[in-house]
């Protein structure tokens, strides 16, 4: 039963750490897109970058609960 827990729990990982990219890419790589392509027309609103920085802070708690998820594989 350990191997089968301890794929489980790698998986349930993998699983945060893609939310985590999927975070990045909907907060950071899609607004520097965006405004690069002049859809922003360049103006950078406050909005925009909290929103960036919320999307980043989302990214760094789903990557560090998949290392805290990593800690439970046993032995």
């Known amino acids: 039963m350990t191997l089968v827990h301890n794929e489980r729990?790698?998986?349930?990982?993998?699983a945060l750490d893609r939310?985590?990219?999927?975070?990045?890419?909907?907060?950071?790589?899609?607004?520097?897109?965006?405004a690069v392509n002049g859809a922003a027309a360049l103006q950078v609103s406050w909005i925009a970058i909290l929103?960036?920085?919320?999307?980043?802070?989302?990214?760094?708690?789903?990557?560090?609960a998949a290392r805290h998820v990593l800690?439970?594989?046993?032995?």
């Open 9 to 14: 729990t790698k998986l349930l990982a993998n």
């Open 19 to 34: 939310a985590s990219t999927a975070c990045i890419a909907a907060g950071l790589i899609a607004p520097v897109v965006s």
């Open 51 to 64: 929103s960036s920085i919320i999307w980043l802070f989302a990214a760094f708690t789903l990557h560090m």
């Open 71 to 75: 800690g439970r594989l046993k032995l």
